[in-house]
């Protein structure tokens, strides 16, 4: 049978509710290998916050400002580029081609064709293996699972429950991915990944003021310390203004209005802060979390408090529902709030579905293909800010709270030969966390231009627990940042000598 849009049936053997990247590796991988069928309930579009609103967009902002900043820094292209600014049009029309201008038929050609059912509309559990599914006129039709449901309803941002604050209609990451106009002035509420990388596309973009309010003390407090302190030190010589320690105490917008994602919400906005300092701007971006989007998906139907992350065990079936029919993957699960590693999920709990279709033991032959790991102090990320920042495994502090007795190294990446021809004002540094008993990698930070593609060896390394006498022999080629490597097992083996 031939997979459509809508079909005129009710029962499938894998039901994925949420047709985001997620859900479209778990339809994927219950089904490639096995003779289950599957269909995904989506209401928005096939793809995703990652495809329209997150992951794609944002990089498609990033990529040009890097390519710029690149070609300021090095001598023979810094005197074509001089300090010309980007053309903030040709780069937003290349972010709609990318997103495909909102427009997820690609999307859903790739799921027909790889034989999994689309049915639209707001998918909520009903009952055991049972989902109804409400479309667009308010009809409604119940599904029914023979095997599983898959639960990937994703996140959305979260709104501080600051006075005024969501009264004012504040952009939140999909305005700011998707913004169809510049404002002159702009306040980023939050330090994490989201509101660094935003800040660097929008001052890359033209923004004349920008502030960035943290109440941490340093941005990306959830990263090793210097990582944060590099990127606020990039950001103060652009002309940005950070607040950390600071928190937002009332906001005040006298006009809103009802315009779509990316156009500005109505007129300017001010903020008081802690000790009643205040900043206006044209345009207030809330990037200060997540929340799960588990409220209204019938989980009370099945014996769930609503609301929260769901809990999973390591194949990713919802605990307290008996049965081993319902699974949640990706940011609603709570484990790794990352495309990547929601994906990986996703996979696992494919894989999970299939083998127990057909009563296949969850062996780890011939490797372990039904066990989530990686989720477990292993997770990689890669934070696209200029310079990028990319880690893996745990920090120093994360390891000294566990009690652990761990080694650490770090080395000035523009130290580097790789990193001198790259550009001629590079600025970065590599950290590594290594267990002092078991001589192996537990966590690692790379911050500084080009370094995305070296967190992978890192990782490769964390997840195999490779010892680092066996890294020794492991020879990076030469000039490249991966030469970072040798640096710091050199300054490890001097330790140990001296």
């Not at 300017?268 to 588990?294: H, I, Q, Y």
């Amino acid at each position: 049978m031939a997979a459509s849009v809508n079909p005129d049936r009710s029962e499938w053997d894998v039901i994925v509710i949420g047709a985001g990247a997620v859900g479209e590796n778990a339809a994927q991988y219950a089904t490639q290998f096995s003779d289950l069928e599957a269909v995904m309930v989506e209401a928005e579009l096939v793809g995703g916050e990652c495809s329209y609103w997150a992951c794609m967009p944002s990089k498609a902002l990033l990529r040009p400002i890097e390519v710029l900043h690149n070609a300021r820094n090095l001598a023979g292209t810094q005197q074509l580029v001089g300090d010309r600014a980007l053309d903030a049009e040709a780069v937003l029309a290349r972010r709609d081609k990318i997103i495909n201008n909102l427009d997820d038929s690609s999307q859903v050609k790739w799921a027909l064709d790889t034989g999994i059912d689309v049915v639209r509309g707001y998918g909520r559990l009903s009952g055991e293996r049972e989902v109804t599914v409400t479309t667009a006129d308010g009809g409604r039709r119940v599904l029914t699972a023979r095997h599983a449901v898959v639960l990937d309803t994703g996140s959305v941002a979260a709104v501080p429950p600051v006075p005024g604050l969501r009264e004012a209609k504040p952009w939140t990451s999909r305005d700011v991915t998707n913004l169809h106009e510049v404002p002159d002035r702009v306040v980023i509420v939050g330090g994490g990944v989201v509101a660094c990388e935003a800040a660097t596309w929008l001052v890359g973009l033209g923004v004349r003021e920008l502030t960035v309010i943290e109440g941490e003390g340093r941005l990306l407090a959830k990263n090793e310390p210097f990582a944060g302190e590099l990127i606020e030190q990039q950001f103060s010589a652009a002309g940005v203004t950070v607040l950390t320690g600071t928190r937002v105490e009332s906001a005040e917008r006298a006009e809103v209005n009802d315009a779509p994602d990316g156009h500005l919400h109505g007129g300017e906005v001010t903020l008081t802060l802690t000790g009643g300092e205040t900043v206006t701007a044209d345009e207030v971006v809330v990037a200060a979390g997540r929340k799960p989007n588990s409220d209204d998906i019938g989980l009370e139907s099945v014996g769930l408090r609503p609301g929260g992350y769901i809990e999973v065990d390591d194949h990713l079936s919802v605990t307290g529902v008996d049965g081993e029919w319902l699974y949640a993957v990706g940011d609603v699960c709570g484990r790794a709030l990352l495309t990547h590693m929601g994906k990986y999920q996703a996979r696992i709990a494919g894989e999970v579905i299939a083998a127990r279709a057909v009563g296949t033991p969850l062996s780890e032959e011939p490797f372990n293909i039904y066990t989530d790991v990686a989720d477990h102090d292993q997770v990689p990320q890669v934070t696209f800010t200029d310079p990028e920042i990319g880690s893996v495994g745990i920090t120093e502090a994360q390891a000294r709270d566990r009690g652990l007795d761990v080694v650490t190294l770090e080395y000035d990446l523009a130290a580097l030969a790789g990193t001198y021809v790259l550009r001629d004002d590079y600025v970065g540094r590599a950290k590594l966390v290594i267990d002092r008993a078991r001589d192996v990698l537990l966590g690692a930070t790379f911050v500084g231009t080009g370094i995305a593609e070296l967190t992978h060896s890192a990782t490769v390394a964390v997840v195999g627990k490779v010892p680092l006498a066996v890294l020794w022999h492991a020879v990076p080629s030469y000039p490249t940042v991966s030469e970072v490597w040798l640096r710091l097992l050199e300054a490890l083996n001097s330790q140990r000598r001296g």
